[in-house]
């Protein structure tokens, strides 16, 4: 298979990405045997109202450029009429949209990844409101961006807002497994040890790939809501109600694309204790934990969960790397990975679907005794 690249190969970390992409830019370095650096410098210096620019320090002239845009970074500040302000997912965007701007149409080729979609969760209309996303997508599309890759999209149906466009959903089950073998070692993927849970039917069809994978029961719960009263824009949850098979004496999997406030996931785990699951183990995609970590702390000493696997794809309170309950699931090489293989025109398919790889894991994995199946 040719080698040949699509152009010289650039990578824009925006605010808030800089530690996530030195560590790609060393897998790129590393696989391509040079010590020349793929990161472009980019900024978005601010006035003092707040308004802003994009600023290239080198010409992209010719270049497939990749930018990982962060657009939940809430640790990343600037300065408005003499005030600290958080940057809110819109203002990283107008951020993103500001160095594509600056790139001014040079570029052989811009791709964005955006790992957590910005406003995926309004993407879809169910009264008199917004199409956030897919105006998002649509306005990228116009500003020439050939193709967009996200992680986990809410539902990646909104990518039909851009029909002749790109858009590419990654998951990151294989990670999520290696890691969880890898840290509780005592594990079996045998059925009658273990099963797949969803915390609502939203997220079935997620819990139903890791169920098929791993050949594991599936279960479910269903929110049940007071559809006479409307609170923050949305029918309040009454319960959560389970369907599926008995949990008792089984490690559970609970799989979700995030965590915001996580009550839910709370909620979820707490009646699945009461069924009598064994041990709970959360996968979330994005820890967002919008509402704090004590919530959580208070959960895990109460016996809720056992341990929530959340990636690095977002912005993580600094923290949470000091909780017992949390393990960071890496995906640099991932991304490098991804990017290595479009910058040489080659298919991503193997990557969007990793069947193989996680069968060829556990396989070696029941093969040297790490896990029983």
Not at 116 to 139: F, I, N, P, T, V
Not at 260 to 268: F, L, M
Not at 288 to 315: M, P, Q
Request: glycine share 8%.
């Amino acid at each position: 298979m040719s080698e040949e690249l699509f152009g010289p190969l650039s990578v824009i970390g925006m605010r808030g990405c800089e530690d996530f992409c030195s560590a790609v830019d060393k897998y790129l370095k590393r696989w391509r045997k040079t010590d020349k650096s793929f990161l472009v410098k980019a900024e978005c210096p601010r006035f003092g109202t707040g308004e802003g620019k994009g600023l290239l320090h080198e010409t992209l002239r010719g270049h497939d450029v990749y930018i990982i845009c962060d657009a939940f970074n809430h640790g990343v500040t600037y300065t408005m009429y003499g005030k600290e302000v958080p940057m809110s997912p819109d203002d990283h965007f107008a951020d993103l949209k500001r160095i594509i701007g600056a790139i001014a149409g040079k570029a052989r080729r811009v791709s964005v990844i955006m790992p957590m979609l910005y406003e995926g969760r309004q993407h879809k209309r169910a009264s008199r409101e917004s199409l956030d996303c897919a105006l998002m997508l649509q306005e990228l599309h116009n500003l020439g961006v050939s193709n967009i890759l996200t992680f986990d999209a809410h539902d990646a149906r909104v990518q039909n807002a851009i029909p002749l466009g790109g858009f590419d959903n990654v998951q990151a089950t294989y990670q999520m497994i290696k890691a969880l073998v890898k840290n509780e070692k005592d594990i079996s993927f045998n059925k009658d040890d273990i099963m797949i849970v969803s915390p609502d039917e939203g997220g079935m069809h997620r819990c139903m790939y890791y169920s098929s994978v791993l050949k594991l029961d599936l279960g479910m719960f269903y929110k049940r809501r007071n559809y006479s009263v409307i609170v923050d824009g949305r029918n309040p949850i009454e319960a959560h109600e389970y369907l599926g098979r008995s949990v008792k004496g089984k490690d559970i999997i609970i799989v979700d694309d995030m965590i915001s406030s996580g009550d839910s996931v709370i909620e979820v785990g707490k009646k699945l204790k009461e069924r009598g699951a064994k041990r709970i183990f959360i996968f979330a995609t994005f820890g967002l934990f919008v509402s704090g970590l004590s919530v959580f702390d208070e959960a895990y000493a109460t016996g809720c969960f056992d341990r929530i696997y959340t990636t690095n794809l977002i912005y993580r309170m600094p923290e949470l790397a000091e909780r017992e309950w949390h393990q960071e699931v890496n995906m640099c090489k991932y991304i490098s990975l991804i990017v290595d293989t479009l910058n040489k025109d080659h298919t991503i398919s193997d990557l969007l679907n990793p069947v193989e790889r996680i069968n060829s894991f556990m396989e070696k994995r029941v093969a040297d005794g790490t896990i029983k199946s």
